[in-house]
């Protein structure tokens, strides 16, 4: 079972398919933020860790179901001379439900005074909140499996790489989540990644593939320039 430590190559795989893992779950993370941020402040740290404990649980399960897993490529019907398998609809209801949830929180984020009546009449129930971060880890650790399946033979560099990963993104989701939240511009560029992450998987789903590097560009590029904005804005309320 531990054969694999004294393999060099073995080592390699592991920080490579731990970098992917982290890469991939960047989107995940921003979904929990957002999501937990309509938590009252004194659940939101439990929402996190547990919210990103289920996706660990989630990809390890799928892991230790492989035989499965390679199932849901297989067609199960055909719509207009496009072949439908379990992956495609995961991936389609995923998709559809991300695009859904982040128009709907944007449409929160513009309308605040909105939101302030309704959080009058009733909080974001925890366990909805849970609900919600479980459908989308689905989706997600489905994808990262996949990857990693794809990468590496050995279960065991397998299950270790998405620990690891898990565990560096449970130490970022806080100040992740807090600096989103701090920043009301930020949290809309946010949740637009979302929705293209979204329609990325709608189109994955269809079998129109658009690469993950160009979606993680646009993201880091946006990002960067967003920042600047930011710190441009701080200068500007800062001179007297």
């Given at each position: ?61 799928l892991l230790l179901s492989l035989s499965w897993l ?171």
């Amino acid at each position: 079972m531990f054969e694999w430590l004294s393999s060099p190559e073995a080592w390699i795989a592991l920080l490579t398919l731990t970098s992917l893992e982290i890469v991939l779950g960047i989107d995940n993370i921003i979904f929990i933020s957002i999501l937990v941020g309509r938590l009252p402040e004194h659940q939101r740290q439990a929402g996190r860790l547990i919210g990103l404990g289920l996706a660990m649980g989630m990809r390890i399960l799928l892991l230790l179901s492989l035989s499965w897993l390679m199932k849901l490529t297989e067609p199960l019907f055909t719509v207009w001379a496009q072949e439908i398998s379990g992956r495609d609809l995961i991936l389609l209801i995923g998709g559809l439900f991300l695009v859904a949830k982040s128009t709907h929180e944007i449409h929160h984020a513009m309308n605040p005074e909105e939101e302030s009546k309704e959080n009058g009449v009733k909080k974001a129930n925890f366990f909805s909140i849970l609900a919600q971060i479980a459908i989308l880890d689905i989706v997600f650790s489905l994808d990262s499996v996949i990857t990693a399946v794809g990468m590496v033979d050995q279960i065991e560099v397998m299950v270790a790489a998405i620990i690891i990963a898990v565990l560096v993104m449970m130490i970022a989701a806080k100040p992740i989540g807090d600096f989103v939240e701090s920043h009301p511009t930020l949290k809309v560029l946010a949740l637009s990644f979302l929705i293209l992450v979204g329609v990325a998987l709608i189109g994955e789903s269809l079998d129109f593939h658009i690469p993950k590097g160009y979606i993680y560009f646009a993201m880091g590029f946006s990002v960067v320039v967003e920042m600047i904005n930011i710190k441009m804005r701080k200068r500007l309320i800062s001179k007297p």
